[in-house]
C-alpha cells in the first residue's frame, strides 16, 4: 500500500487494523503489531457508545515492556472519528478502555 507524493515519489505505508470493530464491554488490549516504520497515523472510528471510552496506543522495544506513545485521543462520549499521529518503536499496540457503557469501536491506519 502507498501513496504519490505531492513531488511525484511513491510514499510506500503498511495498513493495519490494532482494533477490529466491535461492541465492547469491558477494556480491550490489541496484539502488538511489529512494524519497521517509525511512524504511524491511526484513526479511532466509535460508531456507537452509550458511556465513555478511553482508547491509547502503546509502543515497546520488545513487545513486553509498554509505554504511551504520545497523547491519547480524546476521551469518547458518542459515535465519532479523530485521527492522530504517533511516534513507534518496535510494536504497538491499542488499548480501549470502557470507563462506561459498551462501545463499539475500532482502531486502524498505517506505518510510514
Known amino acids: ?20 470493530s466491535a461492541a465492547y464491554t469491558v477494556t480491550t488490549t490489541g496484539t502488538g503489531y511489529e512494524t519497521d516504520r517509525g511512524t504511524c497515523s ?9 458511556g465513555t471510552l478511553d482508547v491509547t496506543i502503546e509502543t515497546s522495544v520488545d513487545n513486553a515492556t509498554w509505554r ?5 485521543f ?17 510494536f504497538v499496540r491499542a488499548v480501549g478502555t470502557i470507563v462506561t457503557g459498551p ?3 475500532s482502531v486502524s491506519g498505517e506505518f510510514r
Request: charged share 15%; net charge negative.
Open 103 to 105: 462501545a463499539t469501536f
Open 42 to 50: 491511526l484513526t479511532l472510528d466509535v460508531t456507537a457508545c452509550t
Open 68 to 72: 504511551s506513545a504520545g497523547t491519547a
Open 74 to 90: 480524546t476521551q469518547a462520549t458518542g459515535v465519532t472519528s479523530a485521527r492522530r499521529s504517533f511516534t513507534c518503536d518496535r
Open 1 to 20: 500500500m502507498g501513496y504519490q507524493m505531492g513531488t511525484g515519489v511513491f510514499a510506500d505505508t503498511d495498513a493495519v487494523t490494532l482494533i477490529a
